[in-house]
């Protein structure tokens, strides 16, 4: 039972693709990648370069990351993702960079990717979730892609904050009075932020309770949270754009990011925007999300089904009807 068990474990998380380690070095910093590659006879393929969302992510983001790179190969492109400064080893500290840092890390990735000869580097693109959407458009900025996948994207993050506070606050049934005190503690944090607060002087203003923030998390927050893409996001008019946006999502205010996408993009032509009713920010489907043993056991045994139904089909569409001609709006 168990060599039949460890059988399906190991050909559901088997894919269509190889991968290979890789190191990008941009000025005197070290990027440690992965590079996932179709297996079929094209000399040259198209990419996808991964821009991870908050947090400490690994180049494959767990292993979360493979179910997209095996639909980008199915259209015929290889996908790129690296370790967040150091997480796994890799050199620096994340919580050290600002939006702009991160951009510029994106575009040397781009520029390496462009040197080799298996990679078509006119037809290089975007993938990001989250709070990738205040980078994606700061990379576009700064050196031609050819398309953008967006997922969950971020618009402002003080609205986001709020948003965020808010919708958990609903999914625990706060009463009011907690709720009252979330939001009066959510406003003295950003009367700190704006006065340039340092973070002990953070934890006197809470009575000594760091609640769980540290002094690089002080500092990150402290270095981004004016973070607001709706200005860079005309660095994607005219390019490509597919945004993917969840029905349970109380991270991000889709609603929000689906009007500004749409006000500030071309709509009816560039733009194609897709939602899925069943999904959480993450784009897993919610009634997995929502129980990590559930997640576990998904991941393990049928890891493509972790995410809402349509998903990975919209996206190897997406990137397919880029290079036939088909790209339309939805």
Wanted: proline share 4%.
């Amino acid at each position: 039972m168990t060599v039949g068990l460890t059988g399906v474990v190991l050909w559901q998380n088997s894919y269509d693709m190889d991968e290979q380690r890789v190191t990008i070095r941009h000025g005197g910093h070290t990027l440690h990648g992965v590079l996932a590659l179709p297996r079929d006879d094209r000399k040259r393929h198209g990419l996808v370069v991964y821009v991870h969302g908050d947090g400490p992510i690994g180049a494959t983001h767990d292993g979360g990351y493979q179910p997209m790179w095996e639909a980008n190969a199915k259209a015929g492109y290889a996908s790129l993702s690296w370790d967040k400064p150091g997480v796994a080893g890799a050199p620096g500290n994340w919580l050290e960079q600002s939006m702009d840092d991160r951009a510029e890390e994106a575009a040397a990735a781009i520029a390496w990717a462009r040197t080799r000869t298996d990679i078509d580097g006119d037809r290089i693109g975007l993938w990001g979730a989250s709070q990738a959407g205040w980078v994606l458009p700061k990379i576009a900025a700064k050196t031609p892609v050819r398309f953008v996948i967006a997922v969950s994207a971020a618009i402002n993050w003080l609205r986001q904050g709020r948003y965020n506070l808010l919708a958990q606050l609903r999914a625990d049934g706060a009463t009011a009075a907690r709720t009252r005190a979330a939001i009066t503690k959510s406003d003295t944090v950003r009367r700190l932020l704006k006065r340039r607060a340092s973070f002990e002087e953070y934890v006197r203003t809470m009575g000594g309770d760091a609640d769980g923030m540290t002094p690089g998390r002080w500092g990150f927050i402290s270095r981004n949270y004016t973070a607001d893409a709706t200005e860079d996001l005309r660095a994607l008019r005219g390019i490509p754009v597919l945004l993917a946006l969840a029905g349970h999502d109380i991270n991000v205010d889709t609603a929000d990011t689906e009007r500004v996408y749409r006000e500030t993009l071309d709509p009816g032509r560039a733009l194609i925007v897709k939602r899925y009713p069943d999904a959480a920010h993450s784009l897993v489907k919610q009634s997995i999300d929502r129980s990590d043993l559930a997640t576990t056991l998904t991941a393990l045994f049928s890891p493509r089904s972790l995410f809402a139904d349509g998903y990975l089909d919209d996206q190897r569409r997406f990137l397919s009807g880029l290079d036939h001609g088909t790209h339309a709006n939805g």
